[in-house]
Nanobody, 125 residues
Framework: QVQLVESGGGLVQSGGSLRISCQAS????????MGWFRQAPVKEREFVAA????????RYADSVKGRFTISRDNAKNTVYLQMNSLKPEDTAVYYC??????????????????WGQGTQVTVSS
């Protein structure tokens, strides 16, 4: 079992920045992937960014490239999502997820095995 706990969400003005965190505990593996997804009201959950735990390879959704940065701290078992130049359309519940399958950075929800409870990010215009 893996437990994922997100933190750091909140309210920010358009153009502002926010960093959210996800701490993992429980099962460990030689290598796995950590991802961020988001879900806005009446919308489907969408991929935001992901990173390999070993090596740090990353993948981003086109909508956040150049604005968001995913990173990890192996010693703290924590993955971060630094969000800059935030827009009202970034408003959503952000979920952290862990995947233990596959060889390339996964970007669909079905590829992830464990999920956090989510943290709300609201960007005001």
């Amino acid at each position: 079992q893996v437990q994922l706990v997100e933190s750091g969400g909140g309210l920010v003005q358009s153009g502002g920045s926010l960093r959210i965190s996800c701490q993992a505990s429980g099962r460990t593996f030689s290598n796995y992937f950590m991802g961020w997804f988001r879900q806005a009201p009446v919308k489907e959950r969408e991929f935001v960014a992901a990173i390999t735990w070993i090596g740090g390879n990353t993948r981003y959704a086109d909508s956040v490239k150049g604005r968001f940065t995913i990173s990890r701290d192996n010693a703290k078992n924590t993955v971060y999502l630094q969000m800059n130049s935030l827009k009202p359309e970034d408003t959503a519940v952000y979920y952290c997820a862990a995947a233990f399958r596959g060889a390339v950075v996964p970007y669909t929800a079905s590829q992830y095995d464990y999920w956090g409870q989510g943290t709300q990010v609201t960007v005001s215009s």
